[in-house]
């Protein structure tokens, strides 16, 4: 494959990954569809105070249907939400999320993400950055960057055990950078999107 070949914005949200927690359950990564905005909202309320803040970095309530779709995105846009769904008995039930964006080139990706209070410490959160990575990797990222709030211990112990770098923020003083560079990432690879 040329590796100088455009690879499709598509690609990031094309893969629905199947894994299971530490703790048996089987769960889902999937993108979301436009319809979900209320679901996602849903997820968002509930939320503990604490998460809800760690997630949005100090500021956000609520979140607004409008704010709710541009998080889901579009398969064919910059940014790609991420339903993670435990799938074992009953109705799927979303128990996490994510996005991923990517910038104007292209060459550098911003995540973020959240996993339900009940749900947290079971391997969820891993799995969800595992897939951010992979599918900005797909898409042709070089860099996966996020941000966090300083007091976010859980956050940056699961960013450095992913292989991220961590720094202050050059703007914020409340914030911490994270970086990591998606060369090396498997998932490029497993795609045969390798340069
Ligand atoms: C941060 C967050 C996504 C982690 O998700 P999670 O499902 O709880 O994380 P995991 O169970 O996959 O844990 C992965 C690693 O995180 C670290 N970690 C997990 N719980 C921790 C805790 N209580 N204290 C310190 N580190 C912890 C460990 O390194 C752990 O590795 P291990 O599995 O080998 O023990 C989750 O706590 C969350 O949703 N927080 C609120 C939103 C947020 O902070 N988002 C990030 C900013 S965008």
Do not use: K
Not at 3 to 29: C, E, K, M, Y
Not at 51 to 64: D, E, I
Not at 166 to 195: F, K, M, N, W, Y
């Amino acid at each position: 494959m040329d590796p100088h070949r455009p690879v499709p914005r598509s690609v990031a949200a094309a893969p629905v990954q199947l894994f299971r927690t530490r703790a048996g359950d089987l769960v889902r990564i999937r993108p979301f569809a436009p319809e979900e905005a209320e679901r996602l909202g849903e997820h968002v309320a509930g939320l503990s105070p604490a998460s809800r803040r760690n997630r949005f970095l100090g500021g956000l309530a609520q979140l607004t249907p409008a704010a709710a779709l541009r998080l889901i995105g579009h398969p064919d846009g910059p940014v790609t939400g991420l339903a993670v769904e435990r799938l074992d008995d009953g109705a799927p039930l979303l128990v996490g999320e994510g996005v991923l964006a990517l910038d104007a080139h292209g060459a550098n990706a911003e995540l973020a993400l959240s996993v339900a209070d009940p749900w947290q410490g079971r391997g969820i959160g891993r799995s969800i950055l595992a897939s951010i990575g992979l599918r900005a990797a797909a898409a042709g990222a070089r860099h996966l960057t996020g941000e966090l709030l300083h007091t976010n211990h859980r956050m940056r112990a699961l960013a450095q055990a992913a292989g991220f770098a961590v720094a202050s923020h050059r703007q914020d003083a409340r914030l911490l950078a994270i970086t990591r560079p998606l060369d090396h990432c498997p998932g490029r690879e497993a795609l045969g999107l390798a340069a």
